[in-house]
């Protein structure tokens, strides 16, 4: 069985500063991952997305994510932040054909 | 191109009420999934469907909660009866199919059960 866990409830920043939200991933076989947005009173929007190939994933918004298969993590990065990064965001973790299980989240707050 | 849509935005009902709520998917999305996020929770696969058929439904308590796709189209999840830890945000997705790695989330319907 597939699982995700997200090391961080909660992350306070400063603005301009970098930030890493980690997951890790449990899962007998190969799996796609990825890490979502929710916007307060709004619904998930993809930001990156691990199929295969490079293990270092560009998203939208300036975040970057680095798949690492022997940790089996795929942590989420972003070298400075902004007070619109404030959100809530999801690792997810799928196979082909299945739906995407998710992390338990981690809130981002980011403060001038 | 429209996203999915999701009706109502909120709904608060009693406890041992019914609820129903309606998903649209993107136009042409044979899969659709529901899931339901509890407060402080990550959202939780209750039924997935492909077309009118049902994948996964392993996590859909049965004895309350039913959803259905007739024409594979829209769905309706309901509930009935609901109890308070039924509160939460109900999340409608869809993708082009099974072998489609995305899902692509509507807004949500937050149902309150007082």
């Known amino acids: 069985a597939q699982s995700v866990t997200q090391l961080d409830s909660q992350v306070p920043v400063f603005e301009e500063a970098p930030v890493e939200l980690r997951c890790n991933y449990s899962?007998?076989?190969?799996?796609?991952l990825f890490w979502y947005v929710q916007y307060p009173n709004q619904g998930l929007q993809l930001l990156l997305k691990y199929l295969s190939g490079s293990t270092l994933v560009k998203g939208i918004n300036g975040f970057e994510a680095e798949f690492n298969k022997s940790q089996t993590s795929f942590h989420l990065r972003k070298p400075s932040v902004h007070i619109s990064d404030t959100a809530e965001y999801f690792c997810?973790?799928?196979?082909?054909?299945?739906?995407?299980?998710f992390g338990k989240g981690t809130t981002l707050s980011v403060s001038s | 191109e429209a996203g999915v849509a999701q009706s109502p935005r909120y709904k608060i009902i009693e406890k041992r009420q019914s609820v129903a709520f309606w998903c649209n998917p993107i136009?042409?999305?044979?899969?659709l999934y529901w899931y339901q996020q509890i407060l402080g929770q990550g959202p939780k696969l209750l039924i997935q469907?492909?077309?009118?058929?049902?994948?996964?439904d392993s996590q859909l308590p049965k004895d309350r909660f039913s959803a259905e796709r007739l024409k594979g189209v829209d769905s309706t999840l309901k509930i009935q009866p609901a109890k308070l830890e039924d509160s939460a945000v109900y999340l409608c997705?869809?993708?082009?199919?099974?072998?489609?790695?995305?899902?692509?989330f509507g807004q949500g319907t937050r149902l309150t059960v007082v």
């Open positions: 136009s042409g999305h044979a899969t």
């Open positions: 997705a869809s993708s082009p199919g099974l072998s489609y790695t995305e899902a692509f």
């Open positions: 997810a973790v799928s196979q082909a054909g299945t739906a995407l299980i």
């Open positions: 469907f492909q077309n009118n058929g049902v994948v996964d």
């Open positions: 899962s007998s076989v190969s799996v796609y």
